[in-house]
């Protein structure tokens, strides 16, 4: 085991000892069929990450000193969303340009970044338990402190803390592990759009449902969608485009390649869905979560 890997899992074993006591428990029983969520450290292409294992699928957050964000999520058929790493990973040309939230908070939340940045001073701990209903991951920047709760239907993230600047939620990635999806995504007003080549193609004014914005993209290989969601809805606007060559991005609160977000009651959320669900059976799904995204679905 690498030092870097040994520091992991002292400040693992630490955080998990010396943790605030867990929020409320889930609002729901899973059945006893339904697999366990566990987190540990394992190196993915020889970076050292938290692996999440979720009923949905696996998540890979990047977790070494200074660094942050998730730089792979992989749905049930194998196929990666991300796709992220300093050097060429994958599908495209630019995988370090790949990640999610990569929130604009000085780099905070973008993985791989390795490239004439100044990169902040993060940390990354897991508070609570490493197996259970619910895993939490903590990180922190010079700009924004979040937690990220991992659950079986879903992930969400809390803003705890913003200490200066704006930050947005986007993603840029591989949808079903190819550089773009031709299929494009489906709004919470159950239209399909496409998703348009060339930079800051479009800039919608995403469409709301019942409790906050959504959409989900349409997976290539007809397996699996992957769903973005923030909650309370807002007029501040998104980006949807297609990078040639390389990814599809999509994103809330980055209209003209800034974050305009500057609240801290803003909740995001984002999980895999079947592809063969309607468009209904989506709405429902995503709408109960957005009710309150840290807490376990009904």
Not at 59 to 67: A, N, R
Not at 245 to 254: Q, Y
Not at 270 to 288: L, M, N, Q, S, V
Not at 291 to 296: E, Q, R, S, T, V
Request: with cysteine.
């Amino acid at each position: 085991m690498k030092n870097s890997c040994k520091w992991l899992a002292i400040c693992l074993m630490s955080s998990v000892a010396m943790s605030q006591p867990m929020v409320a428990e889930a609002i729901a029983e899973e059945s006893s069929e339904t697999p366990v969520l566990k987190v540990s450290i394992v190196e993915l292409d020889k970076i050292n990450t938290f692996k999440v294992e979720t009923a949905m699928g696996t998540f890979h957050w990047e977790c070494d000193p200074g660094k942050s964000g998730w730089m792979s999520a992989f749905d049930n058929n194998g196929k990666d969303w991300i796709t992220a790493g300093p050097k060429q990973r994958g599908v495209g040309v630019n995988s370090q340009y790949r990640g999610l939230p990569n929130s604009g908070a000085d780099d905070w939340g973008h993985p791989s970044r390795t490239w004439g940045h100044k990169r902040p001073n993060v940390t990354n701990k897991i508070v609570g338990p490493t197996q259970g209903d619910r895993i939490i991951i903590e990180s922190e920047g010079n700009t924004i402190k979040a937690r990220w709760h991992c659950f079986n239907t879903h992930i969400a993230m809390e803003v705890v803390e913003l200490k200066s600047g704006k930050y947005h939620f986007l993603w840029e990635g591989t949808p079903g592990g190819t550089i773009h999806s031709e299929q494009g995504i489906v709004t919470a007003d159950g239209q399909t759009r496409p998703i348009k080549e060339g930079w800051f193609a479009e800039t919608p004014d995403w469409p709301a449902g019942e409790n906050g914005e959504w959409f989900y993209i349409l997976d290539p290989n007809k397996k699996f969608n992957l769903w973005m969601a923030q909650t309370p809805a807002t007029n501040d606007k998104g980006e949807l485009w297609y990078q040639k060559g390389n990814m599809d991005l999509a994103s809330f609160g980055r209209p003209d390649n800034q974050p305009t977000f500057t609240d801290t009651e803003r909740k995001f959320a984002w999980g895999f869905i079947p592809y063969e669900w309607d468009f209904e059976t989506a709405r429902k799904h995503i709408e109960t979560i957005l009710k309150n995204p840290l807490d376990k679905k009904k």
